[in-house]
Every structure is written in C-alpha cells, then in structure tokens.
C-alpha cells in the first residue's frame, strides 16, 4: 500500500507473510512474517 498525499513525501507499507510446513524452505525461514514500513522524502 502506497500513499502519497503529502507534497514531496511517500509512505510505503508492505507486509510479506511466508507459510509452509516444519522441514520446508519456507517454513524454516528464521522471519517467517514482515511488516516494513519506509518513508521517502523528495526534494
């Protein structure tokens, strides 16, 4: 989700969800969810 109703600025929200059994790549990841959130300024 991106919003940018700020002049100049943007705010970015991304959330990554990885789902998988207990001996699978996915599921021995040591981050198994993410929530990022990055602020971007431009001048």
Do not use: D
Not at 21 to 27: D, R, S
Not at 28 to 41: F, H, Q
């Amino acid at each position: 989700m991106i919003y940018t109703g700020f002049t100049n600025w943007e705010l970015r929200l991304r959330f990554s969800y990885l789902n998988g059994g207990k001996f699978t790549e996915y599921g021995e990841k040591m981050n198994s969810n993410k929530l990022e959130l990055r602020v971007r300024y431009f001048f």
